[in-house]
T-cell receptor, first 116, second 114 residues
Framework: AQSVAQPEDQVNVAEGNPLTVKCTYS??????LFWYVQYPNRGLQFLLK??????LVKGSYGFEAEFNKSQTSFHLKKPSALVSDSALYFC??????????????FGSGTQLTVLP | DAMVIQNPRYQVTQFGKPVTLSCSQT?????MYWYQQKSSQAPKLLFH???????NEADTPDNFQSRRPNTSFCFLDIRSPGLGDAAMYLC?????????????FGAGSRLTVL
């Protein structure tokens, strides 16, 4: 069985400072990894994904994430946080080898608050 | 713009009164999903249609049903809503033929049960 852990329910950071939202995963074989963001009363929006290749993945709105196979982590980062980045962030994983449409597992979410 | 549209955005119903939520997509994606999300928790998959094939999660209550009359539309029917069914319901789509299976979500339908 696959799983995703987001160890922090809440992350607070000052505007202009770098931010990190942590994610670790467990999956059989190689993973597809995703980050989604959710603003209040909205659906989830895709930010970025890792499939293969370069361990540093760049996504929307200046976000990036680093895949670390040895630590089974996929932390989300941004060099300079904006107040508008305040939202709920979800990490998700599915096996690379999976042919099933349903085998995407979400983490419990991390609420990011960027303070002005 | 191609997108996933959910209606209504807000639905208020009475305990036991049936409700139907709708989802339409212009992406021509082959898979459509329904998720339930409570109180900023992780979305919980209820079921999905892989093309025309319906796939129900083992722990989805019988009270929840779905229909996909064509590629573009999918409906979530809650036959007898209880107070515990109050939640945000998220429709999502994906195209499994492109490999990564990135989900595109609608804005959600927030259900209140009185």
């Amino acid at each position: 069985a696959q799983s995703v852990a987001q160890p922090e329910d809440q992350v607070n950071v000052a505007e202009g400072n770098p931010l990190t939202v942590k994610c670790t995963y467990s999956v059989s074989g190689n993973p597809y990894l995703f980050w989604y963001v959710q603003y209040p009363n909205r659906g989830l929006q895709f930010l970025l994904k890792y499939i293969t290749g370069d361990n540093l993945v760049k996504g929307s709105y200046g976000f990036e994430a680093e895949f670390n196979k040895s630590q089974t982590s996929f932390h989300l980062k941004k060099p300079s946080a904006l107040v508008s980045d305040s939202a709920l962030y979800f990490c998700a994983v599915r096996p690379l080898s999976s042919g099933s449409a349903r085998q995407l597992t979400f983490g419990s979410g991390t609420q990011l608050t960027v303070l002005p | 713009d191609a997108m996933v549209i959910q209606n209504p955005r807000y639905q208020v119903t009475q305990f036991g009164k049936p409700v139907t939520l709708s989802c339409s997509q212009t992406l021509n994606h082959n898979v459509m999903y329904w998720y339930q999300q409570k109180s900023s928790q992780a979305p919980k998959l209820l079921f999905h249609y892989y093309d025309k094939d319906f796939n129900n999660e083992a722990d989805t209550p019988d009270n929840f049903q779905s229909r996909r009359p064509n590629t573009s539309f999918c409906f979530l029917d809650i036959r007898s809503p209880g107070l515990g069914d109050a939640a945000m319901y998220l429709c999502a789509t994906s195209n499994t033929y492109t490999g990564a299976n990135v989900l595109t979500f609608g804005a959600g339908s927030r259900l209140t049960v009185l």
